[in-house]
């Protein structure tokens, strides 16, 4: 099946650091991938939309020069979480969608946990 | 704007009990609709879906119709086993699929 990894799986760091989050399709291409934002006992909310080769789009309230995406390759999108702070503490999850398959599926990577001290 | 709506949780079942959580949502157009599992500390996992009005999602023992009637899409199970505890997300999508719209999620707990 379609295996979506995210990298790293958890990270702490320091207020004002930045903080990359890799997501990988392992075995299909991903024309489009998305990044959501889950809080504690809460659903997930989508924060952008991530196209290979153009930029992303963003959903409302989302700051793009915060949360700034990169999605080089049909494989690759990447969150920069810049100049973090306590309150961008969550848990972050990609998805991707099969370029090549059904059409409609997303299949979503393990999240990974922030920590901003 | 689309919406999902779920019941609340958590739902807490003796194992072989019948599960429904329900499901409803506001969509402009014709959705596609889904249920999201999320086991302890993984990420989210598509259970099952269904593209069209009448269509029946089926997985693991779990199914879910949609009903475009009721604009529901209720998922149900006959016999809940301990290690379908998780929490359980439905969620729709229109416009070929670029967007997902997720409900708060159901949290399932299972006990012996």
């Known amino acids: 099946g379609a295996v979506v990894s995210q990298h790293p799986s958890w990270v702490i760091c320091k207020s004002g650091t930045s903080v990359k989050i890799e997501c990988r399709s392992l075995?299909?291409?991903?024309?489009?991938m998305f990044w959501y934002r889950q809080f504690p006992k809460q659903s997930l909310m989508l924060m952008a939309t991530?196209?290979?080769?153009?930029?992303?789009?963003?959903e409302q309230g989302v700051e793009k020069d915060k949360f700034l995406i990169n999605h080089a390759s049909l494989t690759l999108s990447t969150l920069t979480v810049t100049s973090a702070h306590p309150e961008d503490s969550s848990f972050y999850i990609c998805?991707?969608?099969?370029?090549?398959?059904?059409?409609?599926?997303?299949?979503f990577g393990p999240g990974t946990r922030l920590l901003v001290l | 704007g689309d919406s999902v709506t779920q019941m609340e949780g958590p739902v807490t079942l003796s194992e072989e009990a019948f599960l429904t959580i329900n499901c409803t949502y506001t969509?402009?157009?014709?959705?596609?609709l889904f249920w999201y599992v999320q086991y302890p500390g993984e990420g989210l996992q598509l259970l099952l879906k269904?593209?069209?009005?009448?269509d029946k999602g089926s997985n693991k023992g779990f199914e879910a119709t949609y009903r475009k009637e009721t604009t529901s899409f209720h998922l149900e199970k006959g016999s809940v086993q301990v290690s379908d505890s998780a929490v359980y997300f439905c969620?729709?999508?229109?416009?070929?699929?670029?967007?997902?719209?997720f409900g708060t999620g159901t949290q399932l707990k299972v006990e012996l």
């Open positions: 269904a593209t069209k009005a009448d």
């Open positions: 969620a729709l999508s229109t416009g070929g699929g670029n967007k997902l719209t």
């Open positions: 991530s196209n290979e080769g153009s930029k992303a789009t963003y």
């Open positions: 998805s991707a969608r099969d370029t090549g398959g059904a059409g409609e599926t997303q299949y």
């Open positions: 075995d299909f291409q991903a024309t489009t």
């Open positions: 969509a402009t157009g014709y959705p596609s």
